[in-house]
């Protein structure tokens, strides 16, 4: 589940990283009332207007602003409430702008110069163990660092059981070039940074940039947070933080229906049952001289329910032409499966598109016969090849 930044930051702030004052509006007259409130707690004379949605780049597509006066807050928070913002990552689509954060401004003048640092904390999948990645190169596309100067990304493995180790902090702080009270700063960031990670129960936290102060303070300036979906039961508070306006509708309403749907830009939808099944069945597409139109499981309990909310999500994608079933009958038998197929098909009415069913494993001869025998617009395989073969003649 993604974060919004001021959500993020308000995980951050309660396991003791450092976050700019600031808050959310969702109008500009709250925006002012936020500006105020935070000159007067802070003393600062410049804020950051920041647009809130699921995207980076916003700052390139002018959701990203700063405001010297009071004037400028309020300018800029009619510039960016109800716009539709285009980043990188949104799409020529955008997104619209519901809520905006308003923060103290960090880029202050002083005697030593302001610096951007990029670090992130996530798992290590090849060693299964949790990673902070950081940087010298901060504010920038983290992607591009790694490619044009590998050599300035730098990495810390940590003991799940001993957590971050004080020379690991050490070590961070000198590769980042830090000195004097910026270090001893970034000493009390780094394993509170860590330990937000881990008591969040996240996949991901990014922090870029990480700011050094013209005072020496180090703060955490932007926070893209994802929380792990299977830990939401651990952190109730966290689920109420879900903005479904955020994410894709088929998405979520696949979530409702406990299936696991990423929609993808091809042709043929694909309904199975286990994740690596699923994998194998979009290669069997991409030979078949397709493209994968999503990625659905339905999962180990697949039943009429499951199957007709299977097709009605595929078939709101207009771009569709062909359903591919690929089903093993482990956990459930596929005469089960080809069941609910029937059921669904007939509870949905005329399906636009042919619809192949692989169904291999326990009853699949029955399960073929079933199918065979509805009077439906099916095609039945049990095996790869010929559910392949049906595929390619079809898209």
């Known amino acids: 589940m993604n974060l919004h930044e001021y959500q993020g930051k308000s995980i951050l702030k309660r396991y003791g990283v450092s976050v700019p004052e600031g808050g959310v509006a969702h109008n500009v007259e709250a925006a002012l009332d936020l500006a105020k409130a935070i000159k007067e707690k802070t003393g600062t004379d410049t804020w950051a207007v920041k647009a809130q949605i699921h995207a980076g780049g ?3 597509g002018g959701g990203v602003k700063i405001a010297k006066t009071i004037d400028q807050v309020q300018e800029h928070a009619k510039a960016i409430l109800g716009m539709t913002l285009v980043t990188p990552q949104t799409g020529a689509a955008g997104k619209f702008v519901h809520k905006i954060l308003v923060e103290q401004g960090i880029y202050y003048p ?10 992130s904390v996530l798992l290590n999948r090849v060693t299964s163990r949790n990673i902070i990645m950081y940087s010298t190169e901060g504010g920038m596309n983290i992607e591009e660092v790694a490619e044009k100067t590998p050599h300035l990304i730098f990495k810390e493995e940590i003991d799940s059981l001993t957590g971050v180790a004080d020379f690991q902090a050490r070590r961070i702080a000198f590769n980042l070039g830090l000195s004097g009270k910026a270090f001893k700063e970034m000493l009390k960031f ?3 940074l860590y330990t937000a990670f881990e008591k969040a129960d996240a996949s991901l936290f990014e922090i870029n940039p990480v700011i050094k102060t013209s005072d020496d303070l180090i703060f955490a300036a932007d926070a893209k947070v994802t929380i792990d979906d299977n830990a939401l039961f651990r952190h109730p508070d966290f689920e109420e933080m879900r903005d479904l306006s955020e994410e894709n509708p088929d998405e979520t309403e696949a979530g409702h229906y406990n299936l696991n ?3 993808l830009d091809g042709n043929v939808g694909c309904m199975v049952n286990g ?6 069945t979009m290669d069997i597409i991409k030979l078949s001289g397709g493209d994968p139109a999503n990625f659905l499981d339905v999962g180990g309990g697949a039943n ?10 595929i078939l709101k994608d207009p771009a569709v032409k062909a359903i591919l079933i690929n089903i093993f009958g482990g956990i459930v038998r596929c005469d089960r499966v080809a069941g609910g197929v029937i059921e669904a098909y007939k509870s949905i009415g005329e399906i636009p598109v042919p619809v192949i069913v692989r169904l291999q494993g326990t009853n699949a001869v029955e399960a073929k016969k079933m199918i065979d025998e509805s009077g439906l617009k099916v095609y039945s395989a049990i095996t790869l090849q010929e559910a392949a073969e049906t595929l390619k003649s079809l898209v």
């Not at 994740?275 to 194998?280: C, D, E, K, R």
Request: glycine content about 12%; overall charge positive; cysteine-free.
């Open 58 to 60: 916003r700052g390139k």
């Open 110 to 119: 002083g005697e030593s110069p302001v610096k951007e640092f990029y670090m």
């Open 190 to 192: 780094v394993p509170a």
């Open 261 to 263: 749907f990423v929609k």
């Open 275 to 280: 994740a690596g099944l699923a994998m194998a």
């Open 304 to 313: 009429a329910q499951t199957v007709e909310a299977g097709f009605r999500i």
